[in-house]
C-alpha cells in the first residue's frame, strides 16, 4: 500500500529512517514528507502536494502516518479523497477549531516544556542540553540521538496556533500508538486524543522518539492499519 509519512515539530524524514525499510520489506511504498514548519496551513498544503504527486497515476488508496505534531497536519490532510485510514505515533489529533497549544495546555506541563527557547521571531526550538537528553530521550542509543540531533530544526508558532479543520479522523479508521513514558507530549493527553477519536490503541513503553526507540513496533501498526483499509491480509 501507498503511504506516506509526516515527521514532528523540528523533525525531518529521518524520523522514519529505522521505519521505512521495515515497511519496504512488507510489501508497501513509502514516501516521507519534508515540511516548511512555517504554519499548519503551509504544512497542510504541502503534505497534501506530496500525496499528489505521490499517488499520480494510481489514485491510491493511501494511508497516512504522523509522528508529533505530525499528527496535526495528517488529520487535515485525511480529508484527501484518496486517504482511507490514519495512524498517530505519540501524535496530536486534533478537533475542528482546536490547535496544538490548545491541546498541550489542558494537561500539566511536559517536562520538555523546560527546555523549550522562543527565537527573535517567535520560533521555538529545543535546547539538547545533556540534561534534556537525560531526561526526554533516556532511551536512544547514541546513534539515534545523533539523528535527532541532526533534525534540530526551528518550527515557527504558526504551526501550534492555527485551527485544525474538519478532522480525517471524524470519518475514517484511525491507530494510535502512546508512548507510555512520554515527557514530551503527555501520555494522558495522548490516550485521551485516542479515545476520542476511537483509534485502534496500542501501547509502547518508552519516550517520545518512539520511531527510534521501537521501529518494528510502528511498523507492526502501519501494517496493520494498511492491510485493515485495503482488504487484503
Do not use: C
Not at 91 to 109: H, K, L, M
Not at 161 to 185: E, I
Amino acid at each position: 500500500m501507498d503511504i506516506v509519512l509526516v515527521h514532528g515539530a523540528g523533525g525531518r524524514p529521518t524520523t522514519w529512517s529505522e521505519v521505512e525499510p521495515l515497511l519496504a520489506a512488507m510489501g508497501h511504498r513509502t514516501v516521507a514528507v519534508t515540511n516548511p514548519l512555517t504554519s499548519l496551513e503551509e504544512d497542510v498544503a504541502h503534505t497534501t502536494a506530496v500525496v499528489e504527486e505521490f499517488i499520480e497515476g494510481t489514485a491510491g488508496p493511501l494511508l497516512l502516518v504522523g509522528h508529533s505534531y505530525g499528527g496535526a497536519v495528517i488529520t487535515n490532510v485525511g480529508r484527501h479523497p484518496a486517504v482511507r485510514g490514519l495512524v498517530y505515533i505519540a501524535a496530536f489529533g486534533p478537533d475542528e477549531g482546536e490547535t496544538v497549544n490548545g491541546i498541550v495546555e489542558r494537561y500539566e506541563p511536559a517536562e520538555i516544556s523546560a527546555y523549550m527557547r522562543r527565537g527573535p521571531n517567535g520560533e521555538w526550538k529545543s535546547e539538547a542540553s545533556e540534561e534534556f537528553w537525560a531526561e526526554i530521550g533516556p532511551d536512544l542509543s547514541p546513534a539515534q540521538r545523533a539523528v535527532v540531533e541532526a533534525e534540530g530544526r526551528k518550527a515557527e508558532n504558526l504551526i501550534f496556533t492555527q485551527p485544525t479543520g474538519k478532522p480525517a479522523w471524524g470519518t475514517l479508521p484511525s491507530w494510535y500508538l502512546v508512548a507510555d513514558d512520554d515527557r514530551t507530549l503527555r501520555p494522558d493527553a495522548q490516550r485521551d486524543m485516542a479515545a476520542r477519536m476511537g483509534a485502534v490503541t496500542e501501547h509502547v513503553p518508552g519516550s517520545h522518539y518512539t520511531t527510534l526507540v521501537h521501529p518494528r513496533r510502528v511498523a507492526d501498526l502501519i501494517h496493520t492499519a494498511a492491510t485493515a483499509v485495503s482488504g487484503t491480509s
